[in-house]
């Protein structure tokens, strides 16, 4: 399994159908992941159940207001036994992460850990990260490979996460860590295990692609993205790839490796058959099958709906308050405009919520990255009473972000601006900007020169590129998350004592009191993009 995310409860899932159709249904969560875990190890009691990486982080409030200690009870107990580290499990830094593994109360959040229960005994599996390299002591942070045997066959499982992690959690929390490349380093450990004798390997790697076929199709040929290059340049031995990261799911080849995805929250699992040849001791086929976890087909496990029920009696006191109403039924954060200009209504509203937040540190312009925005406001349809509560909000912003506030050029916003291509030219990582802000860019254009300068406006006046301007984000693109470098040469930083999910909330409650709901079905045009 791959980005369950610590998602206790099954979330939409959409099933393809005889006709080809795609219907919606609640799949996951870790009822269903129990019930059909147990199955498989009856099924096979040479199971080994393992992990693609963001088990934990951006979770929603059910197992994140605990600090994700419900969802790894769950796992310990239903014996995942590694994973490949992934990006959000180092959101809150590498002292936190190792307390997740390890156990113990002395967290960066000392508000929510252990309050699930006291005296947090840490993970029973092990996170695996062959790529990730402590500065000082020049050793890998985690175990970079674990050995498990079935049939009397050693299967070396070697795991990488994304090189690119530095980029995309807070920078302060990786410092002293150095991220290597994933096939590099993968292929490194397979020339030490072969002189150990080991003829088997498995590659977790916590980066992925996408496919236009679905997720059910064996031996898919039309995958892309970031997981292809690396597949292809992994040791010749290493025929077997569980992916992660994109959130999708598939079972493709590339170069005749099996390269899997289980898409998210635990919607899939996906369960690999390796063919050993006896006289050789090599890998000569494997099979794979991406199993839908749909709660209603399968049988209850009271051990997982325990651990559930737990988590919401401590949690539904504070997910149950209403916060305010808003002005449509629900705010989603991705536009539907044309052209895709990467403007989405929730990220207008998150933006002002921002800009209004920190007024008194006089802003004048707000940006925020659409990674932070985990859900839509709210989760789930149909919302007659346009309300949302404290758990609406708590999906939505799960990060606990603190807003900081900066002064930055008029040069320095637009550098900013051409930064948002580093990571990918599409409009994935297009930073949402506050009212009174707004801008063209130009997709047919090179990277770095997409932005047109003259299109920069501030309440109908052009953004001088001289000029000083007060803007504000979250702590996560002030530190250059995203790869928007320019936000850590701001002057003048204020790290505010309001987070991104008390500035959402107040945000809401202040606008519902006046009158005006907040909150557009659309996006409002600050974005526009040419070509």
């Known amino acids: 399994m791959n980005d369950l995310h610590g998602n206790l409860l099954p979330t939409p899932f959409y099933a393809p159908q005889p006709d080809g159709s795609r219907k919606m249904i609640p799949a996951g969560g870790i009822d269903a992941l129990g019930a059909m875990v147990r199955q498989e190890r009856a099924r ?67 508000q929510r850990a252990c309050k699930y229960q006291p005296g947090y005994s840490g993970a029973k599996f092990r996170w695996i990260a062959a790529n990730v390299i402590d500065t000082v002591t020049r050793q890998p942070l985690l175990p970079p490979y674990v050995i498990r045997e079935a049939h009397g066959v050693p299967i070396a499982f070697i795991g990488a996460v994304l090189k690119s992690t530095p980029l995309i959690v807070e920078p302060d929390g990786v410092a002293g860590l150095r991220f290597e490349d994933e096939a590099e380093a993968i292929n490194r450990t397979v020339a030490q295990l072969r002189k150990q004798g080991i003829k088997v390997f498995v590659a977790l790697i916590h980066q992925g692609g996408d496919t ?11 995958l892309t993205g970031e997981i292809v290059g690396i597949a292809k340049r992994l040791d010749p031995d290493v025929h077997t790839v569980i992916s992660g990261h994109t959130h999708r799911g598939y079972q493709c080849r590339v170069d005749h490796k099996l390269v899997t995805q289980a898409e998210d929250y635990g919607h899939l699992l996906t369960r690999i058959t390796l063919t050993i040849d006896p006289v050789t001791g090599k890998e000569i086929r494997q099979r794979s099958v991406n199993l839908v976890l749909d709660p209603v087909r399968l049988p209850a496990d009271p051990a997982m709906q325990a651990i559930v029920a737990r988590a919401e009696a401590l949690t539904d006191p504070a997910a149950r308050q209403t916060v305010a109403k808003l002005a449509v039924e629900q705010v989603v954060r991705a536009g539907k405009m044309h052209p895709d200009t990467g403007e989405a209504p929730l990220g207008d509203l998150v933006a002002d919520a921002y800009l209004s937040a920190t007024k008194i540190y006089g802003t004048q312009i707000a940006f925020l990255n659409r990674g932070t925005m985990r859900d839509d406001l709210p989760h789930a349809l149909p919302n007659p009473q346009q309300t949302v509560n404290f758990g609406d909000a708590f999906a939505t912003l799960p990060f ?35 009212s009174g802000f707004s801008y063209a860019w130009d997709a047919g254009l090179p990277i770095n020169e997409r932005i047109d300068a003259t299109s920069m406006m501030l309440h109908g006046h052009p953004v001088e590129p001289e000029q000083n301007y007060r803007v504000v984000m979250n702590d996560f693109l002030a530190e250059g998350g995203d790869g928007v470098t320019v936000f850590r040469d701001g002057l003048d930083r204020v790290v505010t004592p309001v987070l991104d999910l008390q500035a959402l909330t107040g945000y809401l409650q202040h606008k519902a009191a006046m009158g005006q709901p907040a909150g557009r079905k659309v996006a409002a045009d600050r974005i526009i993009r040419r070509n």
């Open 212 to 222: 236009r076929q679905r997720f059910d199709v064996s031996d898919c040929d039309t």
């Open 400 to 434: 606990n972000n603190n807003l900081v506030v900066m002064t930055l050029t008029g040069a320095q916003i637009k550098s900013a601006l051409e930064q948002q291509w580093v990571l990918t030219a599409s409009t994935a990582h297009v930073m949402q900007v506050s």
């Open 44 to 110: 096979n009691p040479h199971l080994i159940f393992v992990g693609g990486g963001d088990l934990i982080g951006a979770s929603p409030l059910t197992s994140g207001l605990l600090r994700d200690e419900p969802t790894i009870d769950a796992l310990n107990q239903l014996g995942l036994e590694f994973s490949a580290l992934g990006n959000h499990e180092l959101d809150r830094g590498r002292d936190e992460l190792l307390r997740m593994q390890n156990g113990g109360c002395q967290s960066n959040e000392a």
